[in-house]
């Protein structure tokens, strides 16, 4: 298997062109609208919010995705098409029927995605008029611009491609992904986008799609939030000539956990007003749902996050925190490290120094491990710090 590259995304695999521009959505100069094309029809898979409030766009593109095939997923950014009833579904269909008309096929293979502000009506003249620029922009080259025409409070957009060398032959996979609030998603505001060349039927690829989404994008926490439009998708159009089964299929999920994993984590990096990201393996738990209960429940505290941000070993919460997350434990069982640094164990304290913890807890990223001592699954979340920027921006939202 390849180096990650960190600078392509969904250009990466071969028959796909990708654009993203401004379309007067947000403010001037901001990129706003994307557009990723399949040269041919490609297995669509996909991963969707739970949040009852769900926007019009994920109602939409759960169609497309049981349907099986896709040409092409348009976004924008600034406008979340959520909560602006029957009127926002007629909006999220009729830019699905827009795309469709100038690639030649059928709305229902267009998925349709959106992030920014909820209860705001569609713009649609807006979007319409911008789209004959969105296509003349379309290109195999670099991608940064369909990766910043999805973002909104993010700092710096989320790219990673990898070639993958597997028992079937080598096929290419690419991603971009959005997120930094509103971060905890039930999928199974955060988008994620998924090419590869690979010839995959639509069941295999959603399979492989699900197992590796519990483990990535459903496994990061920046405040707790679930958004109303999550939404990951998967396009896979077979350009390479490579069909995937068996041990191939098997190489193939390796990767895309490694793109997802990596884009998952720079999503809490970019936490809103995060400084440090933090890790917290749960092992030798009866089961992954136990482990992953427990390294959420961790990751979430707000006072976990704050200590974390301060550099506070106070290893007393990760404890109180995984003891109220519903899941029986022994805490006599227990062992906590932090850094690596033995801090608790068998129910009681560890000696260790704890000025030279303090220092150790002032890096970008840190690592926490609960062992529990009650089987041998295993869980990780990654989370970001809590901070006083974070309320800044979240206050002044929209005003």
């Not at 910043?148 to 060398?165: G, N, P």
């Not at 699900?210 to 077979?238: K, P, Q, W, Y």
Request: with cysteine.
């Amino acid at each position: 298997m390849g180096e990650l590259n960190t600078n392509l995304g969904v250009n990466f695999p071969r028959g796909f062109k990708s654009a993203g521009i401004y379309a007067g959505i947000k403010k001037p100069g901001l990129l706003d609208l994307a557009l990723i094309v399949s040269e041919t029809p490609a297995s669509v898979a996909g991963m969707f919010t739970t949040n009852h409030a769900c926007a019009a766009p994920v109602h939409w593109s759960k169609q497309v995705v049981n349907c099986g095939t896709a040409y092409a997923v348009i976004a924008n950014s600034g406008n979340a098409n959520c909560l602006t009833g029957e009127q926002g579904i007629r909006d999220a269909e009729r830019l699905a029927e827009l795309v469709a008309e100038r690639l030649g096929c059928e709305p229902i293979q267009v998925v349709v995605a959106s992030t920014g502000v909820i209860g705001v009506p569609m713009p649609m003249q807006t979007v319409e008029n911008a789209l004959p620029k969105l296509f003349e922009n379309l290109t195999e080259g670099d991608d940064r611009a369909t990766a910043d025409a999805i973002m909104t409070t993010d700092s710096f957009s989320k790219r990673a491609s990898l070639e993958i060398a597997t028992p079937d032959g080598t096929v290419r996979l690419g991603g971009i992904a959005k997120g930094a609030g509103m971060i905890a998603p039930k999928m199974a505001t955060m988008l994620a986008f998924l090419t590869t060349d690979a010839e995959i039927d639509a069941p295999s690829l959603q399979a492989c799609l699900r197992r590796v989404v519990e483990r990535t994008f459903n496994c990061i926490t920046v405040d707790g939030d679930t958004s109303t439009n999550d939404m990951v998708i998967a396009l896979a159009n077979g350009a390479s000539g490579v069909r995937l089964s068996g041990q191939g299929l098997e190489a193939f999920e390796e990767g895309l956990y490694r793109v997802c994993e990596y884009l998952a984590k720079r999503i809490v990096r970019d936490g809103e007003g995060a400084t440090k990201i933090f890790a917290v393996n749960v092992v030798d738990a009866e089961s992954f749902d136990q482990a992953r209960q427990i390294a959420r429940t961790i990751a979430e505290s707000q006072l976990v996050k704050t200590a974390m941000h301060g550099g506070d070993p106070n290893w007393g919460r990760i404890i109180a925190a995984a003891g109220r997350a519903g899941v029986p434990f022994d805490p006599d069982q227990a062992h906590l490290t932090l850094q690596d640094v033995p801090v608790f164990a068998n129910g009681r304290p560890l000696d260790y120094d704890e000025q030279a913890l303090v220092e150790r807890l002032q890096t970008e990223e840190i690592e926490m491990t609960l062992s529990l001592g009650m089987g041998h699954a295993q869980a990780t979340f990654w989370a970001s710090d809590l901070t006083a920027e974070y309320v800044k921006i979240n206050a002044h939202y929209r005003t």
